[in-house]
C-alpha cells in the first residue's frame, strides 16, 4: 500500500520525490546564494543521480565554479 502511495505521488510531480522537489525549489532561483552547509544538506537529501534535483544543483555549481574562473580573467593574467 506505502509503495502504491509513494508512485502516486511521484507520478504527480514528474517522477520526483518530495525531497528533490523541494530541493529543486529552493535552487531554482539561479544566482542565490546557499550557505555552503545547507548546500551539503541538499546534495545528501537526493540519491538518485539521474533525478533532475541532483543535475540541477550539481549544472549550478559547476556553471558558479566556470564563471567564478571567468571573473578572474583580465589582461593582466592573460599570456599573448
Known sequence: ???A???KKESKGGGMSMAERKAINSVRGSG?????HKMKKLTEQI??????AYQR???DALRKSI???I???NTTNIKM
Open 1 to 3: 500500500q506505502k509503495k
Open 5 to 7: 502511495d509513494e508512485a
Open 32 to 36: 542565490v546564494y546557499i550557505p555552503p
Open 47 to 52: 540519491k538518485d543521480k539521474k533525478s533532475k
Open 57 to 59: 544543483v550539481h549544472w
Open 67 to 69: 564563471n567564478g574562473l
Open 71 to 73: 571573473n578572474k580573467v
